[in-house]
């Protein structure tokens, strides 16, 4: 019995959210603020329902809990992975998040959190925010208390297709008219060192500049990323990152290839063009998973996919 999980997105309106989730991928969402995306989803306050099919309504984390063989029989209390499309029409607050270890103990046992972005698309002259210029915690904590945030942040410029892995302890943030696909550990622990002095409402957002300072690695090392490309008439496949916690790759099909599902399950998200997977429609826009065991597999058509798996 072949299942393929597609899945049906969760929307977040955001104050800095935009309408390109519903311009650029034909979404409907739910105003003109919506920010996120939840498209591979079974964390609680966004819990992605199975689109169609036998297992059709039911949520992720239902399937998590009750048809654990779907996932090789993986270990662990949660989904492990989050996959989001964020469309920043403003810049995101300036953030950093805790590895698994002082969330354990600092946020009642909650994971850190490890993820990675795939520019989808941005502006001209975009940028982001990754990593800091203090060279130890003592000048990054000297330059937090005296707001010397310009000489702080490092900003670096983007452009469509590029990749980054943000580990914990890395201070990031995305800036106005970028959109990503975010692969994560299922995790919402987050802390905000700076909100470009902005209000909300009247009143600036709430800091978190001590746990902020615990967490930030120093100095700031940039993390290594893409691997190998594996090339052939149909088809592009490039490693973007293997860590601990995922593996993410980006499949470009211009033909028609047989694969092989071999992993717990994978995660897949069609990024752009069409196509089809053993003779299913497939669109721009589409999340699924393919399920343990599912074996071969024919794509075809001319899209980018960027998949993970654990
Ligand atoms: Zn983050």
């Given at each position: 019995m072949k299942n393929i999980l597609f899945l049906k997105p969760v929307f977040k309106t955001m104050i800095w959210g935009g309408n390109k989730l519903a311009t650029e991928y034909n979404y409907s969402i739910p105003g003109d603020n919506t920010g996120e995306c939840w498209a591979i989803s079974a964390h609680k306050n966004g819990d992605c329902e199975i689109r169609d099919g036998e297992y059709g309504g039911k949520t992720l984390s239902w399937l998590w809990n009750n048809h654990r063989e779907l996932f090789g029989n993986a270990q662990g209390e949660v989904f492990p992975l989050l996959i989001k499309i964020i469309d920043a029409k403003t810049d995101l607050s300036i953030q950093v998040h805790p590895d698994d270890t002082y969330a354990r103990e600092q946020e009642q046992g909650a994971l850190g959190k490890t993820e990675c972005w795939y520019i989808l698309d941005c502006d001209e002259d975009g940028e982001i925010v990754i990593g800091h210029n203090a060279k130890d915690k003592e000048?990054?904590?000297?330059?937090?208390?005296?707001?010397?945030?310009?000489?702080?942040?490092?900003?670096?410029?983007?452009?469509?297709?590029?990749?980054?892995?943000?580990?914990?302890?890395?201070?990031?943030?995305?800036?106005?008219?970028?959109?990503?696909?975010?692969?994560?550990?299922?995790?919402?622990?987050?802390?905000?060192?700076?909100?470009?002095?902005r209000l909300d409402n009247g009143k600036p957002r709430e800091l978190h500049i001590d746990k902020s300072i615990d967490v930030i690695n120093c100095p700031h090392i940039d993390?290594?990323?893409?691997?190998?490309?594996?090339?052939?008439?149909?088809?592009?496949?490039?490693?973007?990152?293997?860590?601990?916690?995922?593996?993410?790759?980006?499949?470009?099909?211009?033909?028609?290839?047989?694969?092989?599902?071999?992993?717990?399950?994978?995660?897949v998200s069609v990024t752009s063009g069409s196509g089809e997977i053993d003779n299913v429609q497939l669109h721009k826009g589409d999340h699924f998973i393919l399920p343990y065991g599912y074996g071969s597999y024919y794509l075809k058509g001319e899209m980018e996919l960027i998949v993970s798996h654990i």
């Open positions: 000048q990054l904590t000297q330059m937090i208390r005296e707001n010397r945030w310009k000489e702080l942040i490092r900003v670096c410029p983007i452009k469509k297709g590029d990749f980054f892995q943000i580990e914990p302890g890395t201070v990031h943030a995305i800036k106005k008219g970028t959109m990503i696909l975010e692969t994560q550990q299922n995790s919402d622990i987050t802390y905000r060192l700076y909100d470009y002095d993390q290594e990323v893409r691997g190998k490309t594996t090339s052939s008439t149909d088809s592009d496949i490039e490693e973007l990152i293997k860590c601990s916690f995922y593996s993410v790759d980006r499949i470009r099909i211009h033909g028609e290839q047989e694969f092989t599902q071999e992993y717990k399950f994978l995660n």
